[in-house]
């Protein structure tokens, strides 16, 4: 039973709300651009690959009918995996600077680009090759069912292994500066409760008399800084084993945000108003893990709040991913540390919860950063695979 006072508002009760899940179960499908100034090679193009499947994810095709429509589309889709591109279309040479602007204006070189030609005299294939950045080069007269299929799907593999390398690559050189911060940052950690003890121990050669109480105290808070450090240091090395989830499957982000809050220490749940999470989408990721960010997110939240927190969890699609903004009303996060605060070890704070949570936001190809809250608190973004194709 909850009493109050009246300089003391009333707590309420815990509320969670919540909406029906996202009962839709097919993954991102991988983007197909079909460059052709001829209506019908667009129509055969989808018929002949209607039914195709690679990694469990079909095909979402996406149409232009000249370069210059070519051009604004990439401008707006980032996540393209296939360009079957005609060579000559409002000029002869339109295909050929459609892939120049690709991959020299976007600098986009992991999407695999496949001419398809009904002209071969108009773009010779060794000249082409030798001279653009393309996958594979095709005559349209070539291209019967099983050879297109066959082509789709050596492209679309092709594409995968790249995106796969490219985030070990990137995992690599964010393990190299993370240990590169931490030493930095456990210099600094460590002085404090080592200069606490070194006191203690002259205290204890020079003075006649001792108190007891003011030195077991002042053992107590260093060997206790201590402790913490090296838990923080043992949870790191734990976590070294993130690289890219192994036994990822599609996962409810509403079921994981409730096992969440059910794992939260009492201690920490007493001090949430409310947490509010509407049309939570289906993920693509390791359960427990993801979990954990959650739970982490959560109590950074709940840590660094004056009072009873009152938290919103919120997603939007973004392309292959889905934004979540993990929202509060505590008093906010200065500018000049949001770059900082995923640091292991950094300032004053002996925790890893948001260091956990960049690892594991990484483990899963995403990205994780900070910004103020509308609320006047803090808002934490990131980004996670979708395991249903984003509405």
Not at 98 to 115: D, K, S, T
Request: with cysteine; glycine share 6%.
């Amino acid at each position: 039973m909850i009493t109050t006072t009246p300089s003391m508002p009333m707590r309420t009760p815990l509320k969670l709300h919540k909406t029906a899940r996202d009962e839709d179960s097919g993954l991102p499908p991988w983007k197909v651009l079909i460059v052709d100034d001829e209506p019908e090679v667009h129509s055969v193009t989808r018929l002949a690959l209607h039914d195709f499947s690679f990694d469990d994810r079909k095909l979402h095709f996406i149409s232009a009918h000249s370069g210059q429509e070519a051009c604004e589309i990439l401008d707006q889709e980032t996540d393209i995996a296939l360009m079957l591109l005609d060579v000559v279309m409002e000029t002869d040479d339109a295909g050929l600077r459609v892939v120049e602007y690709l991959r020299h204006q976007l600098g986009n070189a992991f999407m695999r680009v496949v001419l398809r030609t009904g002209h071969p005299g108009m773009a010779p294939e060794r000249h082409v090759i030798r001279a653009f950045d393309i996958n594979d080069y095709r005559a349209k007269t070539e291209l019967t069912q099983d050879r297109m299929y066959s082509l789709v799907y050596t492209a679309l593999s092709s594409y995968k292994r790249l995106n796969s390398l490219a985030s070990s690559q990137r995992y690599l050189r964010s393990l190299a500066d993370e240990y590169r911060s931490v030493l930095d940052n456990l210099q600094s950690q460590l002085r404090l409760p080592m200069a606490g003890l070194r006191s203690a121990m002259a205290t204890l050669q020079n003075a006649a008399t001792v108190d007891t109480d003011t030195l077991n105290q002042q053992l107590e808070k260093s060997l206790k800084q201590l402790s913490d450090t090296t838990h923080g240091i043992t949870r790191l090395s734990e976590l070294n084993h993130l690289d890219s989830p192994a036994a990822s499957e599609r996962v409810s982000a509403e079921s994981v945000v409730e096992a969440a809050l059910d794992k939260l220490d009492p201690s920490m749940r007493a001090r949430i108003q409310s947490v509010h999470y509407s049309h939570l989408p289906t993920l693509l990721g390791q359960p427990t893990w993801l979990t954990e960010l959650f739970q982490q997110l959560l109590n950074n939240a709940i840590t660094h709040h004056p009072g009873q927190a009152n938290i919103e969890i919120s997603a939007r699609p973004s392309g292959t991913f889905w934004e979540f903004t993990i929202s509060d009303d505590g008093p906010g996060i200065p500018v000049d540390e949001w770059e900082l605060i995923f640091d292991a070890f950094h300032g004053k704070a002996l925790g890893i919860g948001l260091t956990i949570c960049r690892k594991i936001v990484a483990a899963h190809g995403g990205k994780i950063w900070v910004r103020p809250s509308t609320r006047g608190g803090t808002a934490i973004q990131l980004t996670l695979p979708a395991g249903t194709r984003p509405v």
